[in-house]
């Protein structure tokens, strides 16, 4: 058995930070700074609904933003961009919109595998959307929520109005609150816009590291 020797030096360092951190009688340098309630660092957003500041917020990071009225209007307008981008295949992550898009005909749409390269465009959900920043929160927790939102050259999510929020503290407790402080997932990913970095000469890339094109379809309801 590997025996590991501390030098005593080291040893009697250590000691006296845990007698520091044990003794109730240390001072705290500024303790009247417990009593300060928290402050919003944030500058105070426009009057207007959070639905309306992330639209706003979003398209200006070079999101394409779709309102839809239902879930029905989500199929037709979905069919509509699919023809006029001349997509030829969709991958779908979430079964439950994966169902609903087979049950409506949209016969481009596939049950997502990692190992097809050739599709156009993916579509997933998101744990939350961000009104202040436009941006949209994903996790490994979410169905190949890894890969999906990177690994295809268009992105579309699927975002309903008790998704949207006003800022990302409220976001990060909304994970909290679905998956326990103590089981969140591995990996969240808070991402704004297409895939873009200007690294090269200072020149704008767009679909770098990730998906060239960004669609949100908000279905109202």
């Known amino acids: 058995m590997a025996v ?16 520091a951190l044990q003794d109730e009688s240390v001072r705290k340098p500024f303790p009247e700074l417990d009593n300060i309630p928290p402050v919003n660092v944030y500058a105070p957003m426009e009057q207007v609904s959070p639905e309306e500041n992330f639209a706003y917020e979003f398209s200006k990071s070079g999101g394409n933003f779709v309102y839809c009225s239902d879930e ?5 307008q979905l069919r509509e961009l699919a023809l006029a981008k001349q997509w030829k295949e969709i991958v779908c992550a979430p ?4 169902t609903f898009l087979v049950h409506k005909q949209l016969n481009f749409v596939r049950d997502l595998n990692l190992w097809n ?27 190949f929520g890894r890969t999906a939102p990177i690994y295809f050259p268009v992105h579309i999510i ?48 767009t679909g770098v590291h990730g998906p060239k094109e960004v669609y949100c379809f908000f279905i109202n309801q």
């Open 72 to 76: 029905d209007d989500f199929s037709v």
């Open 95 to 98: 079964a439950n919109i994966f």
């Open 117 to 143: 390269t050739q599709a156009d465009a993916c579509i997933t959900e998101c744990e939350a959307a961000v009104a202040r920043t436009g941006s949209l929160l994903f996790s490994s927790k979410q169905p």
């Open 4 to 19: 590991f020797k501390t030098s005593k030096a080291k040893e009697n360092i250590l000691k006296r930070v845990r007698a």
């Open 158 to 205: 699927v975002v309903y109005p008790h998704n949207i929020v006003d800022d990302v503290d409220i976001a990060l407790k909304l994970m909290q609150n679905k998956y326990g402080v103590h089981n969140m997932p591995s990996m969240i990913n808070l991402n704004t816009g297409p895939s873009r970095t200007a690294d090269i000469e200072k020149t704008l890339v």
